[in-house]
């Protein structure tokens, strides 16, 4: 590397990429493979296999599980796989409703939404997701927040 303009241009343009992929927790080779997160994920299998043990954790939680009592679980369990699915990348079409028709007159409360984003976490750890993809994963369905909760 010189050490004119040229130089300069390159050392900090590899500053910079170098900041944007630690920000992102991505690694250069995840990168250069350009990975999904529905990939990263381990795919379908390992997708269902979180959704299965999430709607497993949600209907054992006294906290939120009232909000389920009418629900078919199998219908449910379908849908957010498939909304999991395609939001990270993958090869799949949600075929649900939106979230705000879907939530409304439920009125989720917002411990309510921080409850189910515990039992999501904790079903994230059991199958042992990394860091990086389950904060990803997270900040994907976080701004759905304001669609889905309807009062303090
Ligand atoms: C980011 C958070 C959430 C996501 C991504 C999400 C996603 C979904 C999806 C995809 C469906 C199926 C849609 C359909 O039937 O067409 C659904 C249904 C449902 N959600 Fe959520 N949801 C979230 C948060 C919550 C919270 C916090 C509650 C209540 C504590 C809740 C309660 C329900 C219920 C009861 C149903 C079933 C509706 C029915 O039986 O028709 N959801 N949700």
Not at 80 to 95: D, H, K
Not at 103 to 126: C, K
Request: one cysteine or more; charged letters at 20%; hydrophobic letters at 40%.
């Amino acid at each position: 590397m010189g050490n004119g303009v040229v130089g300069k241009v390159i050392r900090t343009s590899v500053a910079v990429a170098s900041m944007v992929l630690l920000s992102t927790g991505s690694t250069w080779a995840e990168t250069a493979k350009g990975k999904s997160l529905y990939d990263r994920l381990g795919g379908k299998e390992a997708l269902v296999a979180v959704v299965e043990s999430f709607v497993g954790k949600v209907g054992a939680d006294t906290r939120i599980n009232g909000y389920f009592a009418n629900t078919d679980l199998t219908k449910l369990k379908m849908n957010l796989v498939n909304q999991i699915c395609e939001a990270t990348g993958g090869p799949c079409r949600y075929t649900g409703r939106s979230m705000k028709v879907t939530h409304a007159g439920m009125g989720v409360t917002n411990a309510a939404f921080g409850a189910l984003v515990e039992d999501l976490v904790a079903a994230l750890d059991q199958h042992k997701v990394g860091k990086a993809e389950k904060d990803q994963l997270l900040a994907i369905l976080g701004p759905m927040k304001s669609d889905i909760v309807e009062k303090q």
